[in-house]
């Protein structure tokens, strides 16, 4: 049991560069979720998807788009890398309710992403 | 909207003390509030959350929150902090009806020896 899985761990761009972040959870997680972490800001919600098939902004979406590709997989892609988008980037799974980790997150190791 | 407070960016005590971080949340009905850790260069691990009931929760490593709805807050405290426990501290706050998980700016602990 991994958890949650992302690739790449680092990466450098240059401004105008795209490029995906991959993710992968084997809970059979419904809800999954990228976030961006910069400092003294916590983590922010770039893009969740609560089902297969779906997907719904957060607070940061401008610059990215996701794609849910099938229950286990959620990826999150930079069309045109701009240095603003430097940043450690998460995903994350959600556990549904009604079970003893009733809405607990789980995280990956995150991807710490350069724009230079 | 909901909203996480974590006042204090920095906190710095000493190995064997106790220690308390402060929490303040907004939200519009009983939230679901839970604390993460991150050690440095990893992902967050989850310490501990309240949904309802007890108000005093306990969690792993130690760690114990009190849920005080008159005051907005969820305090995390230990009593007895070892050299290990220096990490990112976050707090955050679950609108379980929209699907979002809100996160405050985190507390940064140093632990003297």
């Known amino acids: 049991n991994a958890g949650v899985t992302q690739t790449p761990k680092f990466q450098v761009l240059k401004t105008g560069q795209s490029m995906t972040l991959q993710c992968a959870q084997d809970m059979n997680h419904n809800s999954m979720y990228w976030y961006r972490q910069d400092p003294g800001m916590g983590l922010r919600l770039i893009y969740y998807s609560a089902s297969e098939g779906t997907t719904d902004k957060g607070e940061v979406p401008n610059g990215y788009n996701v794609s849910r590709l099938n229950k286990r997989e959620f990826s999150l892609r930079l069309e045109s890398a701009a240095p603003s988008q430097t940043s450690v980037y998460f995903c994350?799974?959600?556990?549904?309710?009604?079970?003893?980790?009733?809405?607990?997150?789980?995280f990956g190791p995150g991807t710490r992403l350069t724009v230079t | 909207a909901q909203s996480v407070t974590q006042p204090d960016i920095h906190i710095t005590v000493s190995e064997g003390a106790s220690l308390e971080l402060r929490c303040n949340y907004s939200?519009?009905?009983?939230?679901?509030l839970f604390w993460y850790v991150q050690s440095p260069g990893q992902g967050l691990q989850l310490l501990l959350k309240?949904?309802?009931?007890?108000?005093l929760v306990q969690g792993i490593k130690g760690f114990e929150a009190e849920f005080k709805r008159s005051q907005s807050s969820f305090n995390l405290r230990k009593p007895s902090v070892h050299w290990s426990d220096a990490a990112e501290y976050f707090c955050?706050?679950?609108?379980?009806?929209?699907?979002?998980?809100?996160f405050g700016g985190g507390t940064r602990l140093m632990v003297k020896p």
């Open positions: 994350a799974s959600r556990a549904p309710g009604g079970a003893r980790n009733s809405y607990e997150q789980y």
């Open positions: 955050a706050v679950d609108n379980n009806a929209g699907n979002m998980l809100t």
């Open positions: 309240y949904f309802s009931g007890d108000t």
């Open positions: 939200y519009g009905a009983t939230p679901y």
